[in-house]
């Protein structure tokens, strides 16, 4: 599986918060920004690889996702229970809220691409360059790999509205290499919000320490109470 899906060996990491929402580490060294369409090639790939696999959701004994927001839910949990809690209490109850509503919808959701081998952060900045893929690079981090629903990889990176300030250029170069345009797709909206909810867990876990983190978590619940998708995310 991974020479189908692109793996390469890990080389040294350094840790940071991702886009979804875990603290892990990442390459210490990264080219350039790559484009988006490779981003959707090596998800392509590894779903056609997991297609032709005895096992069609992809290697025996991957676990099944827990569902998109179960570590936002423990991250507001063990921030609740301590001593100086990182969120207000009014923040809390906003989050909790916003979650148990996007969870609800998402139990309702009918999704076209079917479950399989997922990636859970299929995003450029976890392309690495090598000269041996035919395309020039290889999709990285696959330890929070697990079998779940394919728009969860598609929607980071494939979905219009980008807290990030992905260009729209990335989004169709992306598209038009994966394959699927996730736009077309009624529920895409839901499962962007819950995306963008959940990158809330690592910041909460890490504020206590990080200065940038707590800067960062603040930004973005203010611009989630206040529905601004002008504030544009960064990833600390």
């Known amino acids: ?32 920004r790559p484009p988006a369409r490779h981003t959707g090639r090596g998800q392509h790939r590894a779903r ?7 096992h069609p959701a992809g290697p025996a004994g991957r676990a099944a996702h827990r569902g998109p927001l179960a570590r936002l839910r423990a991250a507001l949990r ?15 109850a906003f989050l909790r809220g916003r979650v148990d509503e996007l969870a609800q919808r998402y139990a309702a959701m009918r999704f076209p691409l079917g479950s399989g081998l997922i990636h859970n952060d299929a995003h450029p900045g976890n392309l690495v360059s090598d000269p041996s893929s035919r395309h020039g690079y290889r999709l990285a981090d696959w330890e929070g790999a697990c079998l779940g629903p394919r728009e969860l990889d ?3 990176v494939g979905a219009p509205g980008s807290r990030f300030g992905d260009p729209d250029h990335e989004r169709l170069a992306f598209t038009a290499a994966y394959g699927y345009d996730i736009a077309d797709w009624p529920d895409y909206q839901t499962l962007r919000d819950i995306r963008d909810l959940h990158s809330l867990a690592a910041y909460i876990r890490t504020s206590t320490h990080t200065p940038a983190a707590l800067a960062e978590l603040r930004r973005r619940v203010a611009s989630l109470r206040d529905d601004d ?4 995310w960064v990833a600390v």
């Open 1 to 32: 599986m991974a020479g189908d899906a692109g793996l390469p060996d890990d080389p040294p990491r350094r840790r940071r918060a991702d886009r979804d929402g875990r603290v892990r580490g990442h390459r210490l060294a990264r080219g350039p």
């Open 48 to 54: 056609a690889a997991a297609t032709r696999a005895a």
């Open 78 to 92: 063990l921030d609740a229970s301590g001593t100086e809690p990182v969120l207000s209490r009014d923040d809390t």
């Open 154 to 156: 598609v929607v980071l």
């Open 229 to 232: 998708r002008t504030i544009q």
